[in-house]
């Protein structure tokens, strides 16, 4: 995959967008009792619109999303996706390396993240990659495991 690119998102990339988030997150919904991840529901045109969009790309295809927002003492990756096309390749890696990349280059010195209980698969991904678990919070229709990674000193 050392071809693929990865860019901020252009709004003509938004329909790639969706459609590598809900080819990434679809194998969840039945696993989650019909409820629809919320990354299949965030709106894209807003968030490649105020710039937390990133995007890889390889040959004019999104084939994975990230979406990154900063707080005051971290940075937050809110959705990292994989077009089930590309997965097992090593992008996912990738594109938490760029978020990682992204927070010490901004004097941040941790990455936050979280995903649903349920999605035990990510958990052990995260963990691999030296994400400690912080803490686990309900809310209507989840649980999310937040993870934390310290990037700089």
């Not at 050392?2 to 809900?22: F, L, W």
């Not at 990154?68 to 990738?94: D, F, M, S, T, W």
């Not at 052990?124 to 999310?144: D, H, K, N, P």
């Amino acid at each position: 995959m050392e071809s693929v690119a990865i860019r901020s998102a252009k709004p003509a990339d938004q329909p790639g967008v969706v459609e590598c988030v809900d080819a990434a997150y679809s194998k969840y919904v039945g696993r989650l009792g019909g409820v629809r991840p919320a990354p299949m529901r965030a709106d894209y045109t807003v968030l490649i619109a105020e710039g937390s969009v990133q995007v890889a790309a390889y040959d004019g295809d999104v084939c994975g999303v990230l979406v990154l927002k900063p707080a005051e003492r971290h940075l937050l990756i809110e959705n990292v996706a994989v077009h089930p096309n590309y997965q097992g390749r090593g992008l996912g890696q990738k594109l938490m390396r760029f978020a990682e990349q992204r927070a010490s280059e901004a004097g941040l010195k941790e990455v936050w993240l979280y995903t649903n209980e349920l999605m035990t698969e990510n958990i052990a991904f995260y963990e691999w990659l030296s994400y400690e678990e912080v803490e686990r919070q309900s809310g209507e229709y989840y649980r999310r495991v937040y993870m934390r990674k310290q990037v700089g000193p």
